[in-house]
Structure formats: C-alpha cells, structure tokens
C-alpha cells in the first residue's frame, strides 16, 4: 500500500516510499500570475504518476517546474537532494527526460535520426559518437517499437507514430525518469491507448513516469499514483482505488457521476451522469407538453368568458 490523501487527510503506508524527484513548498506562474503556492509533492520512485484536474488547474505548470523548464519564485525542486537549478542543463539532461505537448521537428528529418538527437547530453568536445550511443538509440527504438521506421521520414508517419518516436528520442537520453506532457492529445483513441500502453510497459521495466493526462479514465486504469489538482493545489494523491470518489470527482470537475468498477481491468471507472439529467428535463418536458392547457378565452370586450 502507498501513501494517499484527500484535502490532507493522510493515508499513513505499511512502507515508505522513495522519491527522486519533488518539490518543496514551491511558487510558480506565469509573469506576475501566480498559478501554485506553497505546493509540495514527492513523485514515488518507479511509478507511473499521472495529474490530472480541470483545465487551468496548474498540470503542465507544474510539470515544467519538474522539468527545470520553469523557475520557482520561491521553494525548490530536488533531484536526488539536489535543487535542480543547481544542476547544468546536460546533467540534468543525464537524469531527466521530458516530452513536452508540442515538439516541432525538422523537415526533411528520418526517424533514427531524430532518435539520435537524445544523445546530445552525452556529446561533448571532445567525446562525440560512440557504440554507447549507437547501442542507446537501438535500445530506445526498440523500447518504443519503432525500429522497423528506422529509415522513414517523421512527416510520413501518422500521430501515434509520431509520439513513439518522440519517446523513444526522450529515451536515448538513457534517464530513469521520464516526464510527459499531456502525451496523448491530438491522437485518436487507437493511438492514445497505444502511447499509455507503451508508457505501462517502460514502467514495468523500471522506469518513472510522470504524464498529465485529460481523461480521468485512462488516468484511473494506467496510473499506479494519482494527483488530483484543482485551482493550483493538490486536493488529493494516490492510488487510484483509494482516492477517486464521486465526491472528489464532483467538486473537482464539478460533475455528478457514478463510480463503478473497470469490467476489464478493474480500475475504478467514472461515470459521467450529465446526459441522465438532460433526459431527466426532456421527460419532464414532454409530459408537461402532453398535459391539457386550461385557457379563459378573452373577448374583444375584455369579458372573461
């Protein structure tokens, strides 16, 4: 069992868990917008850890400041106890990987190529290509299953393709950690499933991975731990099983649902019941449509007949 908690309510485990990767009472926005305040999280070593919460609720703000991409204004983020600023960008680039939401790729480019360029941490002026890199985007590529695109065009690809390559290229970096931000947008159902499939599978062979996602459902079935964020806060972090209620749904998202077991996989599943309702007024409508209208006809004389 892992730690949870709901609006603070902690979970106490039987073990305590590790974490590379946290932050500690950080601030962090955009300009002079203050998104989070005061926010601390720890990100459970091998894990698959997923955010998810309403739009504008701070998901990718607070990947970014995971990823160094962003400064806190106050607090710090630790790698390994360090504070990740204190880090030179190869370094950190050494032991965090990062696929942001929208990556622009070169024209032109082939698929080993743009695998290759993960590599970039471990060039220098004097080491330049080596076996180790060859062996590391042979790797990556076949962690990924895009081997056989080797040779292929980017362009040619289609999205799921696409983001298989991109992970396998965060993935040359040869990082323990990997961040992803909102990975499956833009793609089809086919090919979300197939990026949160791959992302279980480099999670089973001991990566961590920390993904914002959209779909509360594909969160609750992939995610090993759940961050629920509303408003710049964490109102609640865990399994997934101990901590998604129709109450947490409801005043985070703001929608009344069912909560019922995955048939599949057995994941907690929500049921939205929005469309209930508006057949709840639709028939509420139609019978009173249906029912007789008693109307006092008016003469021209104004008399009540």
């Known amino acids: 069992m892992t730690n949870a908690h709901v609006?603070?309510?902690?979970?106490?485990a039987a073990s305590s868990q590790t974490s590379r990767l946290r932050a500690e009472a950080v601030s962090i926005g955009y300009d002079r917008v203050l998104i989070s305040e005061n926010l601390s999280v720890s990100i459970p070593d091998n894990s698959f850890t997923v955010i998810v919460g309403p739009n504008g609720?701070?998901?990718?703000t607070l990947l970014r400041a995971l990823a160094r991409l962003m400064k806190p204004s106050r607090g710090e983020v630790l790698l390994d106890d360090k504070p990740l600023r204190q880090y030179a960008p190869k370094e950190a680039a050494k032991k965090l990987g990062l696929l942001p939401q929208s990556q622009v790729t070169p024209d032109g480019i082939r698929v080993a190529d743009l695998v290759s360029r993960g590599r970039f941490a471990h060039q220098g002026l004097v080491r330049q290509w080596s076996r180790d890199d060859e062996g590391a985007v042979r790797e990556a590529m076949r962690l990924t299953g895009v081997t056989e695109l080797s040779d292929r065009f980017v362009?040619?690809?289609?999205?799921g393709q696409r983001q298989r390559v991109s992970i396998a290229m965060a993935l040359?970096?040869?990082t323990d950690i990997l961040l992803l931000d909102e990975p499956t947008t833009f793609l089809d159902l086919t090919h979300q499933l197939e990026v949160l499939e791959l992302c279980t599978d480099l999670h089973e062979q001991g990566h961590t991975l920390v993904a914002v996602l959209h779909d509360l459902n594909q969160a609750a079935r992939y995610a090993t731990h759940l961050?629920?964020?509303?408003e710049g806060c964490i109102v609640a972090e865990g399994p997934p099983t101990e901590i998604l209620t129709v109450d947490l749904v409801e005043r985070v998202f703001r929608v009344r649902c069912l909560i019922t077991t995955d048939p599949a996989v057995g994941t907690p599943q929500v049921v939205p019941l929005g469309r209930e309702r508006g057949r709840e007024r639709d028939a509420k409508h139609q019978r009173?449509?249906?029912q007789p209208l008693n109307i006092e006809r008016i003469t021209t004389e104004g008399a009540l007949q």
């Open 227 to 230: 961050i629920v964020m509303n």
């Open 7 to 12: 609006n603070g309510a902690r979970v106490e």
């Open 172 to 174: 040359a970096q040869q």
């Open 288 to 290: 009173a449509t249906e």
């Open 57 to 60: 609720c701070g998901k990718s």
């Open 155 to 159: 362009a040619e690809l289609s999205g």
